[in-house]
């Protein structure tokens, strides 16, 4: 198998520059329209493909992004390992606008979006106790610290369903009481859905706010997250550039993403959704073709 990136931008990254053969490629899934076409081409000898989250011109809220379309598109074009690059706001004081933080956890509280591939027909219970993948992860640190971006190592994000921002009482609970680092509205359920299609996923969460906690910071406008966006974008898109030179060839993940679902599924064979079994090729072919 041959190692393909793929970054998945979110707000303020709509595109990566500095591919070989770039091109936009609509892809089709079973699973719907996903966000955008997807932009593919090489860097550095690696295939690389990008897909803009809200698609460009940020046409799609947290709400109602297609995370099921976006991954299976991901894994039909031949991904191996997904890189999300998102904004976020802080719950910590070191952790100021214009860091980025690699994301180790999550909480869910999302509740109004598809979060599974698996159901009627064919169930499967992945693990997502380790929902981000260790070695990916520790590429883009390194990558992020060879282009000279303030990084810090492991935290956890809530992932709110919005698109309001929280109210002081959210923001406080998630920051006192449940220990949470960052929020955002858009890693879940695309961090559960990856590691469905047994692909490896790093969260870089760009902080551009923080929150409404903070007692010196004003509560969050979206026009403060664009200023401070524009720089993590540009920073972003500098340490994607780094990835397939530290990443190199591929190898099977030492963590095992790539065989989440080898006894996830539960449904009897005789019992399956033909149907369901069939929109599955891409993301568990793997398993279900055997
Ligand atoms: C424009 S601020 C709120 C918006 O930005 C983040 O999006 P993404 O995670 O795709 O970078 C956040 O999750 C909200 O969707
Ligand atoms: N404070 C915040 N809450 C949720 N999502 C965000 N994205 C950027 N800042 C955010």
């Known amino acids: 198998m041959e190692r393909m990136i793929a970054v998945i931008g979110g707000s303020g990254v709509y595109d990566i520059e500095g591919l070989e053969d770039a091109r936009w490629q609509a892809v089709d899934s ?14 550095g000898g690696v295939r ?16 109602t992004v297609p995370y099921r379309a976006n991954i299976d598109a991901l ?3 031949g991904a191996t390992d997904v890189v ?19 994301v180790e956890q999550f909480i869910d509280r999302t509740f109004a979006r598809e979060k599974s591939f698996f159901g009627q027909g064919c169930v499967a219970h992945v693990s997502v106790a380790h929902p ?25 994000y809530l992932a709110m369903e919005g698109p309001q921002f929280s109210t002081l009482a959210e923001s406080k609970l998630y920051r006192e009481n449940w220990g949470c680092d960052v929020i955002g509205m858009t890693n879940m359920p695309e961090a559960k859905l ?26 969050v406008e ?14 972003a898109r500098a340490m994607v550039t780094r990835l397939p030179g530290l990443l190199g060839a591929h190898k099977p993940c030492d ?7 080898e006894y996830a599924m539960i449904t009897a064979p005789e019992k399956r959704d033909p149907a369901l079994v069939a929109k599955l090729d891409a993301v568990a072919g793997r398993v279900l073709n055997r």
């Open 30 to 43: 079973p699973w719907g329209k996903p966000s955008d076409e997807i932009l593919t081409g090489t860097l």
């Open 48 to 63: 690389m493909a990008f897909l803009p989250r809200h698609g460009r011109g940020h046409v799609h809220s947290p709400s």
């Open 75 to 77: 894994k039909r074009l």
């Open 84 to 102: 999300s690059v998102s904004a976020c706001g802080s719950f910590r004081e070191e952790l100021a606008p214009g860091d980025f933080v690699v």
């Open 132 to 156: 981000t993948c260790g070695r990916l992860s520790a590429a883009c640190l390194q990558a992020a610290r060879d282009e000279g971006i303030t990084i810090h190592q492991g935290g956890t």
């Open 194 to 219: 990856a590691r469905e299609a047994e692909l490896c996923y790093a969260s870089i969460a760009m902080v551009t706010d923080y929150d409404c906690w903070h007692p010196d910071h004003d509560a």
């Open 222 to 235: 979206v026009a403060d997250i664009v200023k401070t966006l524009i720089g993590n974008a540009e920073k």
């Open 255 to 261: 963590k095992g993403c790539d065989t989440a679902l």
